[in-house]
């Protein structure tokens, strides 16, 4: 049994034990006068049940595809014969890759050596007997696990309490996984920067002026020696994020603050989808809307009041940005106003407030603090944004206030650096690795920010 189908099995399995755990919990409280004498309700038996069948069996089922193919290669290269396996270090991958084509009969046996199609054959061998073992233990030992669930079954038994210990080591678990990859992301672009700045003082990429990563393959090779300087990269980021911000905030505030406040039931229950469907646009197709209209538009409006427009600006970039960007904040803000206590409208307006002094002074500071988190959402997906840029802003490193300019910035260029097959050994490609601390720094910055702003606010309203 494929691996699909054992998961399909086991689910199957464990929706059984779910059953009967419960139907077992209905059986065992009817002589006793009903489910009132239980200890916990019949679904929290059934649960347990099914944990018991699942749990155990998928954990076993995991840690056995971890290991199974890296033990089950070793074997298949200690077949081989010697003089493959003094060979083994440099040529690994490619050795392994044949024998997995054959084995898969994307190459004919004929067309490899014989000891290599022989452990093709002796890979198939180890493959189907692994699959044959872990399909009979993941059946034994979830219809094992399921039978003792249900035969120690009691109405004596904690089975809430034993489920709910379940489900807060999951969620503990979770939280250190995220942790846990948080800090593993930020600890790998870390070292990978440390790597960069052996080679490049850090003082000059972080003040230099300059950007053209092009450093020299070869001794001999002219025109290489690369500049890094981020400065024009982070000036071009901060200009089109803010171009945009000047779009999607007022638009998405004033938005949000109409369909919480002004308009109807039933224009709001048609605004409020059609507004976020520019939410779900794939941000491609905004790439092609900058690039195909909105950047054409711009150059000839400027052209037509003299002035020299770029065929790719940034001004172009961030208008459409800030179109997309939009749906994030109108939706936001809509809901944090919708928050408000009505009791805040309702003494305002006793009090002998119009409706706008009561959306200005009193709704809008009490949901200032998760106005201030939309927004901040937003600031981060206007910085990560890269499509956009590279279709409407182009790729050239500027370092210019210039709206009208060509421009790039910071996330366009980790991208470019890392397309392709890269050596992770020149400064060229652990440049990217610098640019993404510094964003990661700044983003920092940006949260400390907006996190004193909500704390000094909400220490006002609640």
């Not at 002589?31 to 309700?41: A, E, K, N, V």
């Not at 505030?253 to 976020?276: D, Q």
């Not at 779900?280 to 809307?289: L, S």
Request: glycine letters at 8%.
């Amino acid at each position: 049994m494929d691996t699909p189908s054992l998961l399909i099995s086991l689910l199957v399995l464990t929706a059984c034990a779910y059953y009967l755990g419960r139907r077992r919990s209905l059986t065992l409280a009817e002589p006793l006068g009903g489910i009132r004498h239980l200890h916990s309700l019949p679904f929290y038996y059934g649960v347990q049940a099914a944990l018991w069948c699942g749990l155990p069996t998928l954990l076993i089922l995991v840690l056995w595809l971890i290991f199974d193919e890296p033990l089950i290669t070793q074997l298949v290269l200690a077949s081989l014969p010697e003089e493959f396996q003094s060979n083994v270090g440099p040529d690994y991958n490619l050795l392994i890759s044949q024998i997995q084509n054959v084995a898969s009969g994307a190459l004919a046996p004929d067309s490899v050596e014989p000891a290599l199609a022989s452990a093709a054959e002796e890979l198939n061998r180890l493959k189907g007997f692994t699959q044959l073992v872990l399909t009979a233990i993941t059946l034994i030992l979830a219809v094992a696990g399921g039978a003792w669930a249900w035969h120690s079954m009691s109405p004596e038994q904690r089975a809430r309490a034993q489920v709910e210990v379940v489900f807060k080591l999951a969620l503990l678990l979770c939280a250190c996984v995220a942790i846990a990859t948080t800090l593993g992301i930020a600890l790998s672009v870390l070292f990978e920067s440390l790597r960069f700045f052996q080679s490049v003082p850090i003082s000059e990429f972080i003040f230099g002026l300059d950007w053209s990563p092009q450093t020299a393959i070869r001794v001999d090779q002219v025109g290489g020696s690369g500049s890094f300087g981020m400065v024009p990269l982070f000036t071009g980021t901060l200009l089109i994020s803010f171009i945009a911000m000047t779009v999607a905030v007022p638009a998405g505030l004033m938005s949000a603050i109409y369909l919480a406040e002004y308009a109807g039931p039933k224009l709001r229950a048609f605004a409020k989808p059609t507004l976020e469907v520019l939410a779900g646009v794939p941000t491609v197709v905004y790439g092609f809307f900058a690039a195909l209209t909105v950047a054409p538009f711009v150059r000839d409006v400027g052209t037509g009041v003299g002035l020299t427009v770029s065929s790719e600006s940034a001004l172009a970039a961030g208008l459409v940005m800030g179109i997309m960007i939009i749906p994030f904040i109108s939706s936001l803000a809509d809901d944090v106003i919708n928050a408000v206590p009505q009791t805040l409208r309702d003494g305002s307006l006793a009090l002998g407030a119009t409706k706008s002094e009561t959306v200005t002074k009193v709704i809008f500071p009490a949901a200032l603090p998760g106005i201030v988190g939309g927004v901040l959402l937003a600031v981060s997906r206007a910085i990560g944004e890269t499509m956009i840029v590279v279709m409407a802003a182009g790729m050239a490193a500027r370092l210019t206030a210039n709206p009208l300019e060509t421009v790039t910035t910071v996330t366009v260029q980790i991208a470019t650096l890392l397309v392709g097959d890269q050596e992770f050994d020149s400064p060229k490609t652990l440049s990217a690795f610098a640019l993404g601390l510094m964003l990661f720094l700044v983003t920092l910055m940006l949260n400390m920010v907006a996190l004193k702003v909500v704390k000094k606010y909400r220490e006002q309203y609640d």
